[in-house]
Every structure is written in structure tokens, then in C-alpha cells.
């Protein structure tokens, strides 16, 4: 709830994709109204091509920052399904988000919207603006976690070749086979190209 709370109340407006019928992503910039403890919610109209590529595929990915600049940024993406919701919700997505009461004024106009719901994905929280980087991944709805991102193997002998090239210096040598500390992890992969003994992987 945290991470999705953040995306409504911190970041709200995020870019997302779509596939289109040639396998292409597409990209738009979407307003994410509420979330709740089943997943994150937005409305569309359904004129709209963004709103066909929903229907068809049923799976969205997106991406919201916030930060003045590079190195003050946070950054959250999530990849998920989503299902139609119709129109019951949208006077509470109106109470909540005011300003969608001058871009679609009257009663009338309001019948092109429709509420779209994500209610199950995976996503990952990058922050920048600390020293080393943070990053989580989590999951919400039916999703499960999967691994990824670099681990040292039973291969590897405590060389320390592979601390001399991380950016973030997050490889914990206290015991052998070394730990690539996941949270402090750029995933530039320099650990596992430099490796003498190919102790690093890479999965997911």
C-alpha cells in the first residue's frame, strides 16, 4: 500500500504503455486516481485508442517519477493487469480528483469514462536521492515475486575483483560466497563481466 499510496498522492500523473495490434508499444500520460489495498485505479474514455489497447490486452505497464532532477528523483513501475470497472466509481474519482470536473464538466460529457482497475502486478521502487540507491521490488493482488537481478554462486573464492568496478559499492564480502546486497543494486551487470571464476548470474 505504501508504494501504490505513493503513486496516487506523490507522483499521480505517470506514463504508461500499451501494446498496440502490431506487437508496438504505445505510450500516454495517465492521471492514477485511488488505490486501495486490491490495486491502483484510473478512468479513460472510451473513444480513445488507449482505451481499445486496454480492452484487447488487458495488461498495462507504467512508470511515474518524482524528484527536481536525476540524483533527487523516485521512481516507480509497475506492470499488471487490469479489468474495466464501467462507471460506478467515477463520482468517487471525481470527489477525489476535482480537477477532472473542468475537463469533463457536465453529466453528459462524463459518459465517455469508464474506470479501469489494476488489480494485480508486480513493481519496483528506485530512489536515487539516497547514497547507496534503494530499490525494492513488490507485488500486489495474486502476483508472486520473482527473482531477479544479479547473485554470487558458490563459485566464487572472495577475490574482490568484482568490488573494484561497483558503482555503488554494495557487494557485502563478510562471508564467501560474497552477497550482492539486492536494495543497493544498480543491475549494471559490471560484477559478473569482470568475474574471473563467472561466480555472478543473472536472473529474471
Not at 536521492?129 to 563459485?155: D, L
Amino acid at each position: 500500500m505504501e508504494y501504490l499510496n505513493f503513486i496516487v498522492n506523490e507522483i499521480h500523473t505517470i506514463i504508461a504503455a500499451t501494446i498496440d495490434d502490431d506487437g508496438l508499444p504505445v505510450t500516454c500520460a495517465i492521471d492514477i486516481m485511488d488505490a486501495d489495498e486490491n490495486g491502483l485505479y484510473f478512468l479513460t474514455a472510451k473513444g480513445k485508442g488507449f482505451y481499445k489497447r486496454l480492452k484487447k490486452r488487458e495488461y498495462i505497464a507504467l512508470t511515474g517519477i518524482k524528484g527536481e532532477n536525476t540524483m533527487s528523483c523516485i521512481a516507480v513501475s509497475i506492470r499488471g493487469k487490469v479489468k474495466e470497472l464501467g462507471d460506478k466509481l467515477l463520482p468517487k474519482l471525481f470527489d477525489k480528483n476535482p480537477y477532472m470536473k473542468e475537463i469533463y464538466p457536465t453529466v453528459n460529457s462524463q459518459k465517455a469514462l469508464t474506470v479501469f482497475k489494476i488489480y494485480e502486478g508486480s513493481g519496483e521502487w528506485f530512489n536515487l536521492s539516497k547514497k547507496p540507491i534503494e530499490r525494492f521490488s513488490f507485488v500486489f493482488g495474486n502476483m508472486q515475486i520473482k527473482t531477479k537481478g544479479y547473485f554470487i554462486t558458490n563459485a566464487c573464492i572472495g577475490c574482490r575483483q568484482c568490488q573494484t568496478v561497483c558503482p555503488q559499492d554494495c557487494i557485502d564480502f563478510t562471508f564467501i560466497p560474497a552477497i550482492i546486497q539486492k536494495e543497493h543494486c544498480l543491475h549494471c551487470g559490471n560484477c559478473m563481466s569482470i568475474c574471473p571464476y563467472n561466480a555472478v548470474i543473472q536472473e529474471g
